[in-house]
């Protein structure tokens, strides 16, 4: 069965650091997002991403953040001065359409200490 | 605005014994509803969706939910629960936009 592929697993950062994550979604899909996960807390919506472009962001997706396909399998998410609040899991996540279930990946724990 | 209200912080059955985790939205519309598990350490899995039509949505490993239009709630029920059910289950609606919108989650405990 597809699935979506996220690396690393795991990443630990200073405060201050830049990081990307990365994704490779499903090959056929055409929306891409990223949602994140404070511990113990609700997954939370940061973006959508459609035809090369971002189609909805949320509040917490701020300047420090950015997305990227860069070429055409990998779809990354950086953060670039990263801070101790954005310690959090993110999940990549695509569909074929845009109101789909969507697949997500296992996810990426970001540490930053 | 949309809203997703799952009452219940965290749920103990006993295998074997039947399950239903409660999921009330609130949103204009008929939303498009989800359930979503997640076992520790692991990413999202989508156990059903309902979009429209039939009101009672059959999903995997066994699940299945019945949307109540007049009751704005999307409940989730097992007949027999397994050990390997404990995780945490997440209620999502779509509003429109192309994004989903999490309720804050069960986590669902089994004991032999």
């Known amino acids: 069965e597809p699935e979506v592929t996220q690396t690393p697993s795991h990443q630990v950062t200073q405060m201050g650091q830049e990081v990307i994550l990365r994704c490779v979604p499903i090959?056929?899909?055409?929306?891409f997002y990223w949602y994140r996960q404070i511990l113990g807390q609700k997954v939370e919506f940061l973006v959508s991403?459609?035809?090369?472009?971002?189609?909805?962001k949320s509040e917490i997706f701020d300047d420090q953040f950015s997305v990227e396909r860069p070429d055409g399998s990998n779809f990354t998410l950086k953060i670039r001065s990263t801070k101790l609040e954005d310690s959090a899991m993110y999940f990549c996540a695509s569909s074929l359409l845009d109101s789909d279930g969507y697949t997500f990946g296992s996810g990426t724990r970001l540490t930053v200490v | 605005a949309q809203s997703v209200t799952q009452p219940d912080i965290h749920i103990t059955v006993s295998e074997g014994a039947s399950l239903e985790l409660r999921c009330n939205y609130s949103y204009g519309a008929t939303p498009y509803l989800f359930w979503y598990v997640q076992s520790p350490g692991q990413g999202l899995q989508l156990l059903l969706k309902y979009f429209s039509g039939d009101t009672l949505v059959q999903g995997i490993k066994g699940f299945e939910a019945e949307f109540k239009r007049s009751q704005s709630s999307f409940n989730l029920r097992k007949p027999s629960v397994h050990w390997s059910d404990a995780a945490e289950y997440f209620c999502?609606?779509?509003?429109?936009?192309?994004?989903?919108?999490f309720g804050t989650g069960t986590r669902l405990t089994v004991i032999p």
């Open positions: 999502a609606l779509v509003p429109g936009a192309n994004n989903l919108f």
């Open positions: 991403f459609y035809n090369n472009e971002i189609s909805e």
């Open positions: 090959s056929n899909h055409l929306y």
